[in-house]
């Protein structure tokens, strides 16, 4: 019977049922930026470019804890694995303490030296002043957001999911209510413009965090964990969640931070292909949904399978994620590809944008597939523990990548479509590397943490 539990552990079936809920949560949180962009693209195109450049500075700060929270979930899921239930509280308790230090010190700099920053970065001053409203008030979602990204790592690194596909949906039918009548004043509500969008963002996730609160204090059957008695700080204990977790969170920061960057060379191209990256974005990221889900599940599983001492079923879990990933893929592509027009007109009513959009939208549907290959390889080498060389591997990629990009954007006359085709590049660079170290490097020697 204990044999027959182990290999359902590592079945099509389990897998799927690990990565569903993270799929949901992952498309209600798209809907967000959907609907965001939708929104904000009818205030104009500067406004839809400040919310592009805006909303990626902010992913890039959120990314850091939600890459320390990676590294959370790594431990998280090999004492689940281990049977070493009692630990995954300390782990969280140490892991909290650090994000909430840290989100102040970030809150403090940006608010007193960013937004002047960027001022001086950006070439469109338009484009500046409309970014720095929307942080002004997105900045305070930090809290919830990085407090959040914790729950998150529990919650996948114990394979409970459905909690998260069910948060992600109250946050998202919270923004997009919110969206509706703070961004243009409907009845009662003040017209906020960009600065309504940021408003509701903010809300949404304070509600999530609530909801997460209050679903684990009254859950029974995580009674188990003792999640919210605390435990006292002990520097060896906060030293080995940092020497996991820093490394994830440094490689998620690195390489959203790269994304924001990106966003600053397209400007430099023109207003218009600004407003462009921003819809092909925001719909990109809505292809990536069934990856980061199976990406996620392929991350637990491998570290679960360690702790268990069973290495020979991690090809196995590679190969059945990377292929539930194609499969959900090309159902998403198969449905978008032969209506571009109709998808883009969502975000923007303006012909131009939408006839050079749609040679972009055609690009990131290929990225789609490398991008599968690449990000279930790399979360199998994080799953492994040896986050410094999962981050070592980032570095080399996407420093290429933005090499790349950096060239492109400042070549007279080039195209945004080409700009994008950088993309597929990326995700084979990923993919290509991680699993050369995970057929050739020393990680069967050393997996324990």
């Known amino acids: 019977m204990e044999q027959a539990q182990k290999n359902n552990w590592y079945s099509l079936k389990n897998i799927w049922l690990i990565a569903f809920p993270i799929i949901l949560g992952s498309l209600a949180q798209d809907i967000i930026t959907v609907v965001d962009t939708a929104f904000v693209g009818r205030l104009g195109e500067i406004q839809l470019g400040a919310a592009a450049i805006g909303g990626m500075f902010y992913l890039t700060l959120v990314m850091l804890g939600w890459g320390f929270g990676l590294g959370v979930q790594i431990m998280v899921a090999r004492r689940y694995g281990q049977n070493k239930v009692p ?27 960013a937004f ?3 001022h001086q970065t950006l070439q469109s001053e338009a484009i500046a002043g409309e970014s720095i409203r929307f942080l002004e008030f997105r900045m305070y979602g930090i809290f919830a957001a990085f407090t959040n990204t914790l729950f998150r790592a529990f919650f996948i690194g114990t394979a409970n999911t459905n909690v998260i596909g069910i948060t992600t949906a109250i946050m998202a039918v919270v923004n997009i209510v919110l969206d509706y009548l703070l961004i243009f004043g409907i009845g009662i509500f003040p017209d ?5 969008a940021a408003l509701a963002s903010v809300i949404a996730e304070y509600t999530a965090l609530l909801f997460f609160i209050l679903y684990t204090r009254k859950s029974r059957k995580l009674q188990v964990f003792g999640l919210f008695s605390w435990v006292p700080i002990k520097w060896e204990q906060l030293k080995s969640v940092f020497s996991i977790s820093f490394p994830t969170m440094l490689q998620n920061f690195i390489s959203f931070a790269v994304w924001f960057v990106f966003f600053m060379f397209v400007e430099r191209m023109g207003e218009l292909p600004l407003a462009i990256s921003n819809i092909i974005r925001s719909i990109y990221i809505v292809l990536l949904v069934p990856i980061f889900g199976f990406a996620s599940a392929t991350n637990t599983l491998v570290s679960y399978s360690i702790g268990r001492g069973e290495l020979k079923r991690i090809n196995t879990v590679i190969l059945k994620s ?5 499969a959900g893929i090309s159902i998403v592509v198969g449905a978008l590809a032969f209506i571009p027009e109709k998808i883009i007109s969502i975000y923007t009513n303006i012909d131009e944008v939408i006839i050079q959009t749609v040679p972009v939208f055609y690009t990131v549907m290929v990225a789609t597939f490398t991008l599968a290959f690449g990000f279930i390889l790399f979360q199998a080498v994080s799953g492994t523990g040896k986050t410094k060389v999962a981050l070592f591997i980032e570095m080399i ?6 090499g790349v990009i950096y060239w492109i954007t400042g070549t007279p006359g080039a195209k945004i ?3 994008w085709m950088v993309e597929i590049l990326y995700g084979l660079g990923l993919g290509l590397l991680s699993l050369v170290y995970l057929k050739w490097g020393s990680w069967k020697k050393s997996a324990t943490i």
């Open 397 to 402: 990629v996407l420093s290429f990548y933005l």
């Open 87 to 113: 630990e995954i509280n300390a782990i969280l308790n140490h892991a909290f303490v650090f994000l909430m230090f840290f989100a102040v010190i970030i809150f403090v700099v940006v608010k007193l030296f």
């Open 192 to 196: 906020m413009g960009i600065q309504g």
């Open 322 to 326: 990377m292929g539930l990933a194609m």
């Open 116 to 118: 002047g920053t960027l």
């Open 417 to 419: 479509s080409t700009v």
